[in-house]
């Protein structure tokens, strides 16, 4: 059974960083996409940032230049560096697999950031 676990969600002013953490077990990150989804209260969940096995990483328009997805294989962890947070990166952070080879799409329960002004 593949389970995600994340940590490192807190409460930040702007301009300052967090670093999330989504520890997984079941599965190696050598088979999954990972990626990082968040979801503001009455918005959609929206992709922040992927990284493919093969090391290719996509962000969203919002957070570029701003976070850095990146994966420890040896430990089986993928993390988020979050720097120069605004406000708008309020949400709940989802850490996501999909698996490369069947339909597995697994989901972290989510941790919270919040970005004062």
Do not use: H
Not at 36 to 44: E, S, V
Not at 67 to 72: A, K, P
Request: aromatic share 8%; proline share 3%; charged share 15%.
């Amino acid at each position: 059974q593949v389970q995600l676990v994340e940590s490192g969600g807190g409460l930040v002013q702007a301009g300052g960083s967090l670093r999330l953490s989504c520890a997984v077990s079941g599965t190696s990150l050598w088979n999954n996409v990972a990626g990082w989804y968040r979801q503001a209260p009455g918005n959609q969940r929206e992709l922040v940032a992927s990284i493919t096995p093969g090391g290719r990483i996509d962000y969203a328009d919002s957070v570029k230049g701003r976070f850095t997805i990146s994966r420890d294989n040896a430990k089986n962890t993928v993390y988020l560096q979050m720097n120069s947070l605004k406000p708008e990166d309020t949400a709940v952070y989802y850490c996501n697999l999909k698996s490369t080879w069947s339909l597995r799409d697994s989901w972290g329960q989510g941790t919270q950031v919040t970005v004062s002004s």
